[in-house]
């Protein structure tokens, strides 16, 4: 089936460093990518849609300076979250899904962020 | 706006059981998507079963079915003979019709399986 690759799975750093989290599409072409933010129990809260070789939609609420997505091609997009502080913590997804509507959105497994 | 609405934070099943976890959405379109996702400690978020609106069948995947009712939008996952690896959260997501638009997720139901 289709397979989402999302990586790193894990990373520690200090803060004030800025930290990109790729998410690739590995046997289907997405055109477009959907990044969502978990807090520990709670719900997937969807951050922006990312759109191939256009600019990304951002949902109400998420600073687009602090969080850049670029989709530069069907395969690959990427998140990175600039001058990264401590509640910048958490778990990011990123999903995508094939063409057609009908597909259903496969998952990345996630990556957790951890701001010193 | 669509909203998803799991009244259930918490349910526990004993093993070989069965469970019902609601969920409820509002939308006022008439093309959509349901689907119930099960997210394991690991956190992967694994698809569990999936319902078109316009499909009046209730989906089943082996031992997992939905009552789907439209007209009370309503779309419950019914888990029967519940294993120990069914333990996780379980999440109920819409999604509209139109392509390339994001899953709507509920809180979420964290479902516990006694031995």
């Known amino acids: 089936g289709a397979v989402v690759s999302q990586h790193p799975s894990w990373v520690i750093c200090k803060s004030g460093t800025s930290v990109k989290i790729e998410c690739r599409s590995l046997?289907?072409?997405?055109?477009?990518m959907f990044w969502y933010r978990q807090f520990p129990k709670q719900s997937l809260m969807l951050m922006a849609t990312?759109?191939?070789?256009?600019?990304?939609?951002?949902e109400q609420g998420v600073e687009k300076d602090k969080f850049l997505i670029n989709h530069a091609s069907l395969t690959l997009s990427t998140l990175t979250v600039t001058s990264a502080h401590p509640e910048d913590s958490s778990f990011y997804i990123c999903?995508?899904?094939?063409?057609?509507?009908?597909?259903?959105?496969?998952f990345g497994d996630g990556t957790r962020l951890s701001i010193l | 706006a669509q909203t998803v609405t799991q009244s259930q934070p918490e349910m526990s099943v004993q093993e070989a059981e069965t469970v019902t976890l609601s969920c409820t959405y509002d939308?006022?379109?008439?093309?959509?998507?349901l689907f119930w996702y099960k997210q394991p400690p690991s956190r992967q978020m694994i698809l569990v079963i999936r319902?078109?609106?316009?499909?009046?069948q209730n989906a089943t995947e082996n031992r997992f079915s939905v009552n789907f009712q439209k007209a009370a939008k309503s779309f419950s996952l019914k888990i029967s003979d519940s294993q120990l690896g069914d333990a996780a959260m379980y999440f109920c997501?819409?999604?509209?019709?139109?392509?390339?638009?994001?899953?709507?997720f509920g809180k979420g139901t964290r479902l516990s399986v006694i031995a």
């Open positions: 999903s995508a899904r094939d063409w057609g509507k009908v597909q259903p959105q496969h």
């Open positions: 990312s759109n191939e070789g256009s600019k990304a939609t951002y």
């Open positions: 319902q078109e609106a316009y499909k009046q």
């Open positions: 939308t006022s379109e008439s093309d959509y998507y």
């Open positions: 046997d289907f072409q997405a055109t477009t």
């Open positions: 997501a819409y999604r509209g019709g139109i392509r390339n638009t994001p899953l709507v």
